[in-house]
């Protein structure tokens, strides 16, 4: 069956780095698009990062220039390297599977590694 595992969160002040990953099993990972969600209390679900299967990757425009997400396919995993955090980053962060980028949302999902950045 299909299994997605974060790991790599943890408490940081602000400026300093984390990496995140995602281990999957279970399905064709080098063949889907792979996304990063983040959502804070109160706050709505935002994607932060997504690669596709060509390896194109994309940023919000919150995290660009201080996040990179990248794949290693045959591991099997995703990562988020995190550098130059700010309090805003605080979340739980979720990666996510789909054959397509834009069938995200019907995808697999991950049960989330808690992300959080003091001053």
């Known amino acids: 069956h299909v299994q997605l595992v974060e790991s790599g969160g943890g408490s940081v002040q602000a400026g300093g780095s984390l990496r995140l990953s995602c281990a999957a099993s279970g399905y064709a990972f080098s063949l889907y698009c792979m996304v990063w969600f983040r959502q804070a209390p109160g706050k709505e679900r935002e994607e932060v990062a997504e690669?596709?299967?060509?390896?194109?990757?994309r940023h919000a425009d919150s995290v660009k220039g201080r996040f990179a997400v990248s794949r290693d396919n045959p591991k099997k995993i995703l990562y988020l390297q995190m550098n130059n955090l700010k309090p805003e980053d605080t979340a739980m962060y979720y990666c996510a599977a789909a054959r397509y980028c834009n069938t995200i949302l019907d995808g697999y999902w991950g049960q989330g590694t808690q992300v959080t950045v003091s001053s």
């Open positions: 690669i596709d299967n060509d390896g194109r990757s």
